[in-house]
């Protein structure tokens, strides 16, 4: 089977500081790929490159048969076909919940904004926030605003999901409110590509863990192998520090 | 010391009419201002240097010369260069015009700059056009943010729009100094005049605060 995601000998540098090195990886449709690493291995850059919110210096990147590198791709396009979580949330604070996640289908998929307001209302309520729809988000938790981002992604009915450690930034009594989430979309054949320190998370949801070291994928394989048998030192490594 | 109020009743009515120049003046500057300087904040931001540079060079030039020389140079060099002679009322316009655009561009670009860009990064990623991240999530939040900048600005504005008497515009300090002439009298002409630019730029200052609460 075609994979849906298949980067190709991905290059990325900030003027002279190589951050990815001939990054190659394919992702079929309905797998979670968890990616770990140590501080400024360059997850956040890799996963970035996959919406383009960072531009790659060589290589390729190829999104259900589309290269974003092409010329003639709408990259505008392609984004809504892939959502993207942040660690930092990024709701926007000017708008009212269900404002938040009723927008950009509003804006982009032109959809009526009643059409727009259902979909949120769903998506609410299957974060388990329905009775948040007309708060700010200054007036949530972190672990609220995280579901709340992740349901504003889910919006635009995207084939593939980018989280970049949506964890990381919460209270620990919250971690667990957002990885129900996350594996509830897991279970529904969400594709995902999961950058995360949540090393239960990635032996249990996971299909495939990435070990990323200065730029490149060090070794990969399913949880219980990677976790269970690494091959490599540096990951042998890696995770006596955090497991 | 002797205070002559019936010079300032006498000259009441072109005082006022001073005073209607000073607003209208400094309304229509700071508006052009605004319009001139969102151009050029946004032109600060490009992102190569070549297109970013004239208008970099451009805010340098205003801030860093006097408000004073400007209007000179403007009423004696350029409304002649493109006129043939010169007009007061067009001077004034166009040089407190020009100076405002300077502070509004960067007024613009530090509002905008100040928005954290996660902000733009999640409207982009959901498929958002540059334009609408602008539009709808970066410039809703950095306008709030501008108001009491631009508050500022308009009210150093309409005081420095005293500086016009330089060109003999018809504004309230014009009249004040043709009041001093007559009469040969100190306090009466600049104690008004003074009095004039405090009640414009307290109410101002009181509107302001008004609007800054309700957006
Ligand atoms: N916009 C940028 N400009 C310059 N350097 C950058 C930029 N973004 C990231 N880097 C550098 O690239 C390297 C990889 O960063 P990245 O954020 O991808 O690491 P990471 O694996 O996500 O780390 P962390 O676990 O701390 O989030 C780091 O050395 C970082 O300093
Ligand atoms: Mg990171």
């Not at chain 2, 609408?132 to 999530?137: E, G, N, P, T, V």
């Amino acid at each position: 089977m075609e994979p849906i995601i298949s980067v190709k000998h991905l290059h990325k540098s900030f003027g002279a500081h190589k951050v990815l090195t001939d990054i190659s990886v394919d992702i079929h449709s309905r797998e979670v790929v968890v990616v770990i690493g140590p501080s400024g291995s360059g997850k956040s850059t890799f996963l970035r490159c996959l919406n383009l919110l960072e531009q790659p210096q060589e290589g390729d990147i190829i999104i259900e048969g589309t290269s974003l590198m092409a010329k003639s791709t709408r990259i505008n396009d392609i984004r809504t076909e892939v959502g993207m979580v942040f660690q930092q949330f990024n709701l926007f604070p000017h708008k009212k919940v269900i404002e938040n996640i009723m927008l950009a289908p509003m804006q982009v998929r032109k959809w009526p904004a009643d059409k727009a307001r259902q979909k949120a209302l769903e998506l609410l309520q299957k974060v388990g926030l329905s009775e948040k729809a007309e708060m700010y988000p200054a007036s949530l938790s972190g672990g609220q605003a995280q579901r709340v981002a992740i349901a504003r992604a889910l919006a635009m009915e995207p084939k593939i999901m980018l989280f970049d450690e949506p964890t990381s930034a919460l209270d620990p009594e919250m971690v667990g409110e957002v990885l129900a989430v996350m594996k509830d979309l897991a279970s529904e054949g969400m594709t995902m590509v999961v950058v995360t320190h949540e090393m239960g998370f990635a032996r249990e949801v996971g299909d495939r863990v990435l070990f990323m070291e200065q730029g490149i994928v060090v070794e990969q394989g399913v949880p219980e192998q990677l976790f269970g048998n690494p091959s490599h030192e540096r990951t042998r490594e890696f995770l006596s520090k955090v497991l | 010391m002797d205070f002559r109020f019936d010079i300032i009743v006498h000259y009441l009515p072109v005082l006022l009419k001073g005073t209607l120049f000073t607003i209208g003046v400094s309304l229509v500057s700071i508006l052009c201002g605004s319009i001139l300087g969102l151009v050029i904040g946004f032109g600060k931001m490009a992102p190569r240097w070549y297109f970013r540079w004239p208008f970099h060079a451009y805010i340098n030039i205003f801030r860093g010369t006097p408000l004073y020389v400007q209007i000179l140079i403007v009423h004696f060099g350029l409304i002649p260069l493109f006129y043939g002679k010169t007009y007061a009322l067009m001077s004034a316009f166009v040089a407190l015009s020009l100076n405002s655009a300077a502070y509004s561009a960067e007024i613009f670009r530090a509002g905008i700059q100040s928005i954290d860009p996660g902000q733009r990064e999640a409207a982009l990623s959901l498929g958002m056009t540059k334009l609408q991240a602008m539009r709808f999530i970066i410039l809703p939040q950095a306008i709030k943010r501008m108001v009491p900048a631009f508050g500022n600005e308009f009210i150093v504005l309409v005081k420095d729009s005293s500086l016009l008497a330089l060109i003999a515009a018809p504004e309230i300090m014009y009249w004040s100094n043709t009041m001093k002439g007559q009469y040969l009298r100190i306090w009466e002409p600049y104690l008004t005049a003074a009095l004039i630019y405090f009640i414009l730029t307290y109410s101002l200052s009181k509107l302001l605060n008004y609007i800054e609460r309700k957006v």
